[in-house]
């Protein structure tokens, strides 16, 4: 049985960091990119980083340069370090294990920005 657990949301003030993390089991962990998405009320989900199973990375306009995503193969572990939040960041965000053609959801953590 696949799953994908996220952790690390929370409360935080604008200007804070956290970081998420997501176990991963059930998967050849290695062989997957991965991905860290974010909806927020009344918007659709939208993709906010990703690390290839080369540890490529790519994120959206919005956190780059803010955002940093990583991986730990030996842990099968993304994280995904959170800089300067900003209420916009306000969201429920999830992992997304992305194989070929088998693809995963997380089932999100909340992160809240707000004073």
């Known amino acids: 049985q696949v799953q994908l657990v996220e952790s690390g949301g929370g409360l935080v003030q604008p200007g804070g960091s956290l970081r998420l993390s997501c176990a991963a089991s059930?998967?050849?962990?290695?062989?997957?990119?991965m991905a860290w998405y974010r909806q927020a009320p009344g918007k659709q989900r939208e993709l906010v980083a990703i690390?290839?199973?080369?540890?490529?990375?790519r994120y959206s306009n919005s956190v780059k340069g803010r955002f940093t995503v990583s991986r730990d193969n030996a842990k099968n572990t993304v994280y995904l370090q959170m800089n300067n939040l900003k209420r916009e960041d306000t969201a429920v965000y999830y992992c997304?294990?992305?194989?070929?053609?088998?693809?995963?959801w997380g089932q999100g953590t909340q992160v809240t920005v707000s004073s």
């Open positions: 059930g998967i050849v962990f290695s062989g997957y990119a």
């Open positions: 997304h294990a992305e194989g070929d053609p088998t693809r995963y």
């Open positions: 690390i290839t199973s080369g540890s490529s990375t």
